[in-house]
T-cell receptor, first 111, second 112 residues
Framework: GAGVSQSPSNKVTEKGKDVELRCDPI?????LYWYRQSLGQGLEFLIY????????KSGLPSDRFSAERTGGSVSTLTIQRTQQEDSAVYLC?????????FGPGTRLTVT | QKEVEQNSGPLSVPEGAIASLNCTYS??????FFWYRQYSGKSPELIMS????GDKEDGRFTAQLNKASQYVSLLIRDSQPSDSATYLC????????????FGTGTRLTIIP
């Protein structure tokens, strides 16, 4: 079946602009996660959605970051007033249990 | 102390040999353990999961778990150049913090 999809695959934006990153999880997966991975670094947890429960936002690095998940499916991660330190690969993962499956990621470059 | 620790490597192993990747974790109540493979420029790919003490084999891969020692390992037999990647250990706790905690990964290079 189809895996996790993310769009766009690459995004170049100017400092100060807002960006939206999209994630389509595997059909039927109730949990959705966003991570960030800077060049040569490990995975940094950002936010977690589980069904209709309130999201776990404990990993969001600042109030410029927000995420929504509509209808328990598609999720959008929004970064407002982007900064150069926001440049990274943003990864989405979904799961039906404990095993998480990752999408291909969105490479964000802030110039 | 990091929650999930891995030797960052690089670990170099001759083709055909056994590659051994190690991971320790600090949360004693952790119950589920995973190994992900990440090729350069790609996203992590789940290759093994293990939930109980002992060994779990899948093809050339064997995951080993020792909860008493808070240690999980991944063995790759008959290593191939295509196994060259970064291997991420991930640990899941069912209590309170219901999300995966990842190690920083071990970079493995298989030498032809």
């Amino acid at each position: 079946g189809a895996g996790v999809s993310q769009s766009p695959s690459n995004k170049v934006t100017e400092k100060g602009k807002d960006v939206e990153l999209r994630c389509d999880p595997i059909s039927g997966h109730t949990a959705l996660y966003w991570y960030r991975q800077s060049l040569g670094q490990g995975l940094e947890f950002l936010i977690y959605f589980q069904g209709n429960s309130a999201p776990d936002k404990s990993g969001l690095p600042s109030d410029r970051f927000s995420a929504e998940r509509t209808g328990g499916s598609v999720s959008t991660l929004t970064i407002q007033r982007t900064q150069q330190e926001d440049s990274a690969v943003y990864l989405c993962a979904s799961s039906a249990g404990y095993e998480q499956y990752f999408g291909p990621g969105t490479r964000l470059t802030v110039t | 102390q990091k929650e999930v620790e891995q030797n960052s490597g690089p670990l170099s192993v001759p083709e055909g040999a056994i590659a051994s990747l190690n991971c320790t974790y600090s949360d004693r109540v952790s119950q589920s353990f995973f190994w992900y493979r990440q090729y350069s420029g790609k996203s992590p790919e789940l290759i093994m999961s293990i939930y109980s003490n002992g060994d779990k084999e899948d093809g050339r891969f064997t995951a080993q778990l020792n909860k008493a020692s808070q240690y999980v390992s991944l063995l790759i037999r008959d290593s191939q150049p295509s196994d060259s990647a970064t291997y991420l250990c991930a640990v899941y706790s069912n209590f309170g913090n219901e999300k995966l905690t990842f190690g920083t990964g071990t970079r493995l290079t298989i030498i032809p």
